[in-house]
């Protein structure tokens, strides 16, 4: 006989029409997944959220902006670019950068190849807010998909980045007919 684990079976987890105490059955498996991963997006935005505000005091969105800003390194990037790289799609980009540059935690600069273009970087205290917020955050992804096994972990970004791919591509249903 193999001996036994010590570990408890993880309690069961609920489902969506449990979570959202739904009565009725979904009207397909469809329905169901979306709402699946509205919650869990959801779930795990708001436990970002939380660590970003406890060690920061700061909003997911401007954490991204400096996230990106720190990868893009001492060369920054234009203010129009920034968008196309966040997670979350942030109206008002300008505003956004205003709030970060009050902090000092942003610097923006006129191109000389192009005046038309304002280059953003991080600063030195942009930098340092990060590496103390990273402190915080190191081990926190691994926390938050801790249910999952590093095969299911890889088998969840294939899934996801299908369903984002997808979401990208105009439906069928939604463009014009053709004239004939």
Not at 61 to 90: F, K, S
């Amino acid at each position: 006989m193999p001996p036994r684990s010590n570990r408890r079976p993880p309690p069961p987890v609920p489902s969506v029409a449990e979570t959202i105490k739904q009565s009725r059955p979904f009207r397909s498996v469809s329905q169901e997944g979306v709402l699946a991963l509205l919650l869990a997006a959801d779930a795990v935005r708001r436990t970002v959220a939380l660590l970003l505000d406890e060690h920061a005091g700061l909003p997911p969105q401007q954490y991204n902006v400096l996230r990106i800003l720190r990868g893009a390194g001492e060369a920054g990037l234009p203010t129009l670019e920034i968008p196309e790289r966040m997670i979350e799609q942030a109206p008002g980009i300008t505003r956004l950068i205003d709030r970060l540059e009050k902090k000092k935690w942003v610097e923006r600069d006129r191109s000389q190849a192009d005046r038309r273009q304002v280059i953003c970087r991080i600063t030195k205290s942009g930098l340092a807010l990060l590496a103390r917020v990273d402190e915080h955050a190191d081990g926190k992804d691994d926390e938050i998909l801790s249910m999952l096994s590093q095969k299911e972990t890889r088998v969840l970004i294939d899934l996801l980045n299908r369903v984002r791919a997808g979401q990208a591509r105009p439906s069928s249903s939604s463009s014009p007919a053709k004239n004939q």
